[in-house]
């Protein structure tokens, strides 16, 4: 059984930094997967805020890009989300997902496996 563990999460200051850790139990061979990072803020629709495919290709929504970099490190099952200069918009829980489509161009893949979200809030 997949099991996607996600943590990180916090409250912290407009400016502030974060990083998001997802850990993938159960999944053979990490590093064939795409890993996704979504958030859904209150009375917003989920978006995919950034996604990694199996050759290191990456994505990111344009609202984060200069800010956020993803990151895998395939021997620790482990993809992580660092965000720094964090906005009050950013906040929102954030969901890890994962599916074994790889190669595919990573935000248009419909994930398989998601873990439960860990909030962030940025305020003052």
């Known amino acids: 059984e997949v099991q996607l563990q996600a943590s990180g999460g916090g409250l912290v200051q407009p400016g502030g930094s974060l990083r998001l850790s997802c850990v993938a139990d159960?999944?053979?061979?990490?590093?064939?997967?795409?890993i996704a990072w979504y958030r859904q803020a209150p009375g917003k629709e989920r978006e995919v805020v950034s996604c990694?495919?199996?050759?290191?290709?990456?994505h990111y929504i344009d609202s984060v890009k200069g800010r956020f970099t993803i990151s895998r490190v395939n021997a620790r099952n482990t993809v992580y989300l660092q965000m720094n200069s964090l906005k009050t918009d950013d906040t929102a829980v954030y969901y890890c997902?994962?599916?074994?489509?790889?190669?595919?161009?990573?935000?248009?893949?419909?994930?398989?496996?998601w873990g439960q979200g860990t909030l962030v809030t940025v305020s003052s």
């Open positions: 997902a994962a599916d074994r489509a790889g190669g595919s161009y990573c935000p248009f893949i419909p994930y398989e496996h």
């Open positions: 159960g999944l053979q061979h990490h590093d064939y997967y795409a």
């Open positions: 990694i495919n199996n050759a290191d290709a990456t």
